[in-house]
């Protein structure tokens, strides 16, 4: 499964590479260059290497909660952009002209700052706006420390918290929108372990409240044990 999901990967790389002009493809971000982060990413590399997927998403013995957090969410923001760049040719005004999960669930955004009243805007919007902001965040160095020895900040768990809901309706659109063109370009064994990555983790750190999950809980509760 992790060699098959490994050669995927390199597919989607190829393929995303073609859509450079899509404003919700952007470059692989690196993990944060703080104390720990260069060995967390091996450590989590050599984990996920393994095939032993909730190995790889436990704190290491000994290594601090902050460092390990934020590795990871450099890692699922380069994985769910990755998997998003595939599908920007489909997933279009036209399309998707509301960011949805299914007829239940519409998702509206606000980033409190520029824009602080939610808006309604298509799905591939919806993702722009998400992909801006979260690379916004990763970029804040009060925020992501990217020097030894700076402290994260009081309320770096929280804006964590944020970044891995907002992540999860990107996950939720994709599987409720965009599964049957997923599954014909035969890329769903490499979404589901990343999915199935992405709530393992999740739950492990109580990353996501249980009722954001809902538009996926079938799944969830049919892949892993639930949270």
């Not at 997923?182 to 990555?197: D, G, M, Q, R």
Request: glycine share 4%; net charge neutral; with cysteine.
């Amino acid at each position: 499964m992790i060699c098959e999901s490994f050669q995927l990967t390199i597919f989607l790389i190829i393929d995303c590479s073609k859509n450079r002009n899509q404003r919700t493809f952007r470059p692989k971000k690196s993990a944060p260059s703080g104390s720990k982060g260069a060995q967390l990413k091996k450590h989590i590399d050599a984990t996920l290497g393994s095939g032993n997927l909730r190995e790889a998403v436990r704190l290491p013995p000994g290594e601090d909660l902050h460092e390990w957090l934020a590795v990871n969410t450099v890692d699922f923001f380069n994985q769910v952009n990755l998997l998003y760049g595939t599908l920007t040719e489909f997933c279009t005004p036209e399309n998707c002209p509301t960011m949805t999960a299914g007829p239940k669930y519409e998702y509206r955004w606000a980033d409190g700052v520029q824009i602080k009243k939610p808006i309604e805007v298509s799905a591939p919007k919806y993702v722009e706006y998400l992909m801006d902001w979260i690379e916004s965040q990763l970029d804040d160095e009060s925020i992501f420390p990217q020097k030894l020895g700076v402290a994260f900040p009081s309320n770096f768990n929280e804006v964590v918290k944020t970044i891995f809901k907002r992540l999860f309706r990107v996950y939720a659109h994709i599987y409720h929108s965009h599964f049957q063109k997923i599954v014909s370009l035969k890329e769903e064994a490499h979404l589901n372990t990343c999915f199935k990555h992405f709530i393992l983790f999740t739950c492990e750190f109580g990353l996501i409240d249980k009722k954001e999950l809902a538009p996926l809980q079938e799944l969830i509760e049919s892949i892993i044990v639930p949270c």
